[in-house]
T-cell receptor, first 113, second 117 residues
């Protein structure tokens, strides 16, 4: 069965420190992988995607994600966290053969000054 | 580009009334739009897929007679919550796929907070 796991409900990071939000997936075939961010009472904003090519993908607001096929992971990273990065982050995967997106449960990121 | 506008952003209605939520793609044509429901501190739950000019495809467990979806044009889809009850109170979000083909990300509206009293 296709699935996405975000193992951490919440991640706390001090401002200026690097951050990682974890995502692992299970899908048949080649995956399309996405990260979205949601601010309170707002819709989701697209951050970045992996389709093919370089395993390190750069996206909006200084975020990047690394695709690791052997570990079936797509962790979101940022070298230096900002307080304004505090939000809810969702990982999603789409099977090549299916347009449906499978969503992770979301990870609340809290950046403390 | 690829802006999705959702209206209203919040609505309060009395139990038994109906509420219509609009989702518009402002600068692109969206043949397919998706309606999600989000409960507090939970992930997105896909309710239905809205296809322009045809009937929506509802996910299992979603009442199609209660959540009416109309996708009459390439830029507008509407979700009508009929005979709303307090348990329908939730955050509803629409999205549309971009025009880049199969790898297009979804573009989301800002959501509608529905409160049924």
């Amino acid at each position: 069965a296709q699935s996405v796991a975000q193992p951490e409900d919440q991640v706390n990071v001090a401002e200026g420190n690097p951050l990682t939000v974890k995502c692992t997936y299970s899908v048949s075939g080649n995956p399309y992988l996405f990260w979205y961010v949601q601010y309170p009472n707002r819709g989701l904003q697209f951050l970045l995607k992996y389709i093919t090519g370089d395993n390190l993908v750069k996206g909006s607001y200084g975020f990047e994600a690394e695709f690791n096929k052997s570990q079936t992971s797509f962790h979101l990273k940022k070298p230096s966290a900002l307080v304004s990065d505090s939000a809810l982050y969702f990982c999603a995967v789409r099977a090549y053969s299916n347009y449906q997106l499978i969503w992770g449960a979301g990870t609340k990121l809290i950046i403390k000054p | 580009g690829a802006v999705v506008s959702q209206h209203p952003s919040w609505v309060i209605c009395k139990s038994g009334t109906s509420v219509k939520i609009e989702c518009r793609s402002l600068d692109f044509q969206a043949t397919t739009m998706f309606w999600y429901r989000q409960f507090p501190k939970q992930s997105l739950m896909l309710m239905a897929t809205s296809n322009e000019g045809s009937k929506a495809t509802y996910e299992q467990g979603v009442e199609k007679d209660k959540f009416l979806i109309n996708h009459a044009s390439l830029t507008l889809s509407t979700l009508t919550v009929t005979s709303a009850h307090p348990e329908d109170s939730s955050f509803y979000i629409c999205s549309a796929r971009g025009t880049e083909g199969g790898s297009s990300p979804l573009h989301f509206g800002n959501g509608t907070r529905l409160t049924v009293t």
